[in-house]
Every structure is written in C-alpha cells, then in structure tokens.
C-alpha cells in the first residue's frame, strides 16, 4: 500500500500540471486491472488497494465538472459499479470479452460503450475479407448505437508498413464512415 500511496502522490502531483498547462476536456484514468478471462484481482482487493486511489485521481475531473474515461482492458466488468461511484461516465476500450449487451441494458447512457469491437477474432485475422470486416463495422454499431451512449472504435493489430494491414485498417474506416457517421440521422 505504501508503493501505491507513493506512486499516487506522483501522478496527482503530474494530474494537477496536466490539468494546469493542457486544459482537457476529458479526464481519462488508465490502469489495466484485468486479464481477457478474469479481473487480476477481486472486487473487494479493488476496492480496498486500487479504487481509492482512482477516486482521487478522479476528484481533478469532479471538481470541474468534466466527463471522465476508464481505460481498462479485459474483463473487467465486475468493477463497473466501482468506476461510477467516482464519476466514471465512458469506458474505453469495452471489449467483447465482457458482457456488453447485458452492460448497455444496465447502465443504458450513465456509461458509454467505446469501442464493443472483437479485434482479436475473425475481423482481426489477417485473412479477413472486405465484405467480413465491413458487416462486422456495421453490426457492431446496429448492436450498441441505439440510444446513445456508444462510441465506434474498431481497430486491428499489425505492422504499421504492412498494406494488407492498412487495407484492412481503411475498410473500417471507410465503413464507418459510410455507414456510421449517419447513424443518427435515420
């Protein structure tokens, strides 16, 4: 705990010049605190070693008014509740492998959904045709865009010279563009 006292007095110490020099617009909170099966830790080892120190970290957000993202990998569902009770309003990057249907009809727009894309399946894999990456693209904004509270984020893995990866990269982009900046609008 000392470790975490330590390193928290240090980056509130970097938050507050943060907050000083850059003026955000939103206040994101990063700390991976579960694998893509299973949280690292348990609920209650969350709440009593890491939340305090994510609420006060928050507290530079909350005292302004300003929305704050949790940036957290995994399935990491379990501490939902958790993020809410300091202010945590979207979560990026919300990943499949956490129960994202059963999330949005919970928490409906008091947590917005970013990203709900499967990087790591059949779209991500370097085989993935056009037509597979595109209608992924536009299932996952069918899914999650409905009343609000979602934002697009589909992405894949690779080299960044790689132009099968970069076609496949702009396919998505594309689609979105196409398809998901229109959402709304219907």
């Known amino acids: 705990m000392e470790l975490f006292e330590y390193m928290n007095k240090f980056y509130m110490e970097v938050s507050a010049k943060a907050m000083e020099y ?9 700390d991976d605190t579960a694998t ?3 949280p690292f830790i348990s609920v209650e080892m969350y709440r009593e070693m890491v939340k305090p120190f994510h609420a006060r970290e928050a507290s530079f957000a909350q005292n302004v008014g300003m929305p704050i993202d949790m940036h957290n990998c995994g399935r990491c569902e379990d501490f939902i509740d958790d993020w809410l009770d300091f202010g945590v309003s979207c979560w990026n ?7 994202l249907a059963g999330i949005k009809k919970k928490y409906g727009n008091r947590l917005v959904l970013e ?18 990456i595109r209608e992924q693209v536009r299932s ?4 999650f865009a409905p009343g609000g509270g979602f934002i697009f984020w ?6 960044p010279d790689d132009q099968e990866f970069l076609k496949r990269s702009r ?11 229109t959402f709304y609008q219907k």
């Open 22 to 30: 850059y003026k955000p617009d939103i206040w994101c909170i990063t």
């Open 36 to 38: 893509a099966m299973n």
């Open 93 to 99: 990057p919300a990943q499949v492998m956490n129960d």
């Open 115 to 132: 990203g709900c894309w499967d990087s790591q399946g059949p779209v991500g894999w370097p085989d993935a045709t056009e037509e597979m």
């Open 140 to 143: 996952c904004i069918d899914t």
């Open 154 to 159: 589909g992405s894949l893995y690779g080299a």
């Open 171 to 181: 396919w998505i982009t594309e689609e979105y563009d196409a398809y998901g900046r």
